[in-house]
């Protein structure tokens, strides 16, 4: 069956970067688009851009422009999400998404001093 | 960017009984290819969006046939026959259609009686 399976919760500070790995398995990971989403404590879900696997075009949401780099290791099924200049606002879990369809588990990521 | 707007913000619902759901997006959401890129989730307490119906109506592998999506252009409903105590949880509509950015409604929150 599908998985993607995401690294673990991370803290950082302000001005950091984090970077989030979402390794997939059970089907042919260059075949979906793979996007990443988040989500702030107790708030509804933000899109951040998407990546094709097959070649690795990237699509960013304007918002996330110059701050995020989605990138993926087809050797190893994976894909990953950093986002640079870290604020306090970035605090959330983090989600890739197969092309809609499969989510993983998330990764809460937390910007604290 | 396509604005989604979800109604009600929240529902309680007894047990047994019916539920409808209401979406509406600011563009409609038909594309070229005949497709309108619809997709409704439910986010369980605690854990990740999980898909019910993708493009408008179809039914995501595993899903309870008593869910059902309907709609066309800018107004879209998911539809729970009998609501069953598992349903509880936040239901996010999502277009695909408009990238980037992929945007979600608001959630509703079903709460069972």
């Known amino acids: 069956q599908v998985q993607l399976v995401q690294s673990g919760a991370e803290v950082k500070k302000p001005g950091a970067s984090v970077k989030v790995s979402c390794k997939t398995s059970?089907?042919?990971?260059?075949?979906?688009?793979m996007h990443w989403v988040r989500q702030a404590p107790g708030q509804g879900l933000e899109w951040l851009g998407w990546?094709?696997?097959?070649?690795?075009?990237?699509n960013y949401a304007q918002k996330f422009q110059g701050r995020v780099t989605m990138t993926r290791d087809t050797s190893i099924s994976t894909a990953y999400m950093e986002l640079r200049r870290l604020k306090f606002d970035d605090t959330a879990k983090y989600y890739c998404?197969?092309?809609?369809?499969?989510w993983g588990q998330g990764t809460l990521v937390t910007v604290s001093s | 960017d396509i604005v989604m707007t979800q109604t009600p913000l929240s529902l309680s619902v007894t047990p047994g009984q019916p539920a409808s759901l209401f979406c509406k997006s600011s563009?409609?959401?038909?594309?070229?290819?005949?497709?309108?890129?619809l997709y409704w989730y439910l986010q369980k307490s605690g854990q990740s969006p999980q898909l019910l119906i993708y493009?408008?109506?179809s039914r995501f592998s595993g899903v309870p046939d008593r869910f059902s999506g309907s709609g066309s252009g800018t107004d879209f409903t998911l539809e729970i026959s009998r609501v069953e105590a598992e349903d509880a949880g936040v239901y996010y509509c999502?277009?695909?259609?408009?990238?980037?950015?992929?945007?979600f409604g608001q959630g509703t929150k079903v709460e069972i009686k």
């Open positions: 998404v197969r092309s809609g369809f499969s």
């Open positions: 059970g089907y042919i990971f260059t075949r979906y688009s």
């Open positions: 990546i094709n696997p097959n070649n690795g075009d990237t």
């Open positions: 563009q409609s959401l038909l594309q070229s290819d005949g497709k309108t890129y």
């Open positions: 493009e408008v109506s």
């Open positions: 999502m277009q695909g259609m408009h990238l980037p950015p992929w945007t």
